[in-house]
């Protein structure tokens, strides 16, 4: 930001200081000029100087303040066109009533030298005007690519973590001796799990593509996990959902809730003996929606947050800034992971 402000002065000056120049040296060779002194032909143009600075740089405020910058070339063009046309009329009337204040000109108000005058400022500031958003659009678009490039490439890390937590051998081979263990026993829950898991694997790669999914479907993947790892953990983990049903197409990024659950399952109930319980909450209130997962369990006295929730944060950060929030905590023997998102970001 100070680059840029230091870049637009450091143009600025130039800009009207070179045009100043050629407009006093071509006064200084015209005829007419002999019979003004010149110290009157150099205070007009330090007017004209600091005239041209002040009218630019109010333009350049407009500008900002109606919101030109976020405009398309369309609707932009007859708006620099009218502004361009504005600015060189008031400055051409402005420079010509201070040259009769300080009596530096005979004639400021003679009709032909005004039209001129105003139709070489009008040219002066168009490319000043072309310049400027051409600049803005520039910078706006290198910062927009870098954006999108992290977001990316986070997005591609977070794919590829939830593709190793789902389809790594070790998952596989502990759903698929839970399965194989309820062939004999039990063959229709067996081939029930066969297609969760199968389920599970397609939601995992279609999922993983998009860059927002509704939370219902997030949820959907979230309880095909948990289907499976109820067949290996049995009476030992107990499920409690409570979604708001209202939220079901509240856009989030892929792989946020179940890489929640995930680490509830890594970091907590795996580690217990009798099992425990995992909660997933969703809720919204004002224009603030939160997700929470809580697991029985306690945090190791250093918290490693893994490859999982770094993603999920580094995602969050780059996707929402400050407008989302993420905490992880333990309170009696309960550990809670909470994102709150602002709706009106999404």
């Known amino acids: 930001m100070i680059r840029g402000q230091r870049f637009y002065w450091i143009a600025q000056i130039t800009g009207w200081l070179l045009l100043t120049m050629f407009l006093m040296v071509s006064t200084f060779a015209s005829k007419e000029a002999k019979e003004i002194p010149r110290e009157d032909l150099v205070i007009t143009y330090v007017i004209f100087f600091l005239l041209g600075i002040f009218i630019s740089h109010l333009m350049r405020l407009i500008f900002i303040r109606q919101g030109w910058l976020n405009l398309k070339l369309g609707p932009l063009i007859p708006r620099i066109l009218g502004a361009s046309i504005s600015a060189s009329i ?77 389809l790594n051998p070790h998952f596989l081979f502990n759903s698929l001796n839970s399965i194989r263990a309820l062939i004999d026993l039990d063959p229709v829950q067996a081939k029930e799990n066969v297609t969760t898991l ?62 929640l659950v995930e680490n509830a399952f890594k970091h907590g109930i795996s580690k217990l003996i009798a099992g425990g319980t995992i909660v997933i909450e969703t809720k919204s209130e004002g224009t603030t929606v939160t997700i929470r997962v809580i697991n029985d369990g306690t945090l190791a006295k250093s918290v490693d947050t893994g490859i999982g929730l770094q993603n999920t944060l580094r995602r969050l950060e780059l996707q929402y800034g400050i407008k989302a929030r993420f905490a992880l905590k333990e309170r009696a023997g309960k550990v809670t992971a909470s994102i709150e998102l602002k709706e009106q970001v999404i």
């Open 90 to 166: 008031t400055m051409v009337l402005s420079s010509s009533l201070l040259s009769m204040v300080f009596k530096t000109d005979p004639k400021p108000f003679e009709l032909f030298p005004l039209i001129a005058n105003a139709i070489v400022l009008s040219i002066f500031f168009l490319m000043w005007n072309g310049l400027y958003f051409t600049f803005h659009f520039f910078q706006k678009s290198r910062v927009q690519e870098v954006k999108n490039l992290q977001l990316s490439a986070s997005q591609n890390e977070i794919e590829l973590k939830n593709l190793r937590s789902q």
């Open 198 to 259: 199968s389920n599970l694997l397609r939601k995992s790669l279609i999922l993983g593509k998009e860059q927002l999914v509704s939370l219902k479907d997030e949820l959907d993947l979230v309880n095909d996990y948990l289907d499976l790892e109820k067949v290996r953990f049995e009476e030992r983990l107990s499920i409690v959902i409570r979604h708001n049903e209202k939220l079901n197409d509240f856009p989030i990024p892929p792989f946020i809730v179940q890489t």
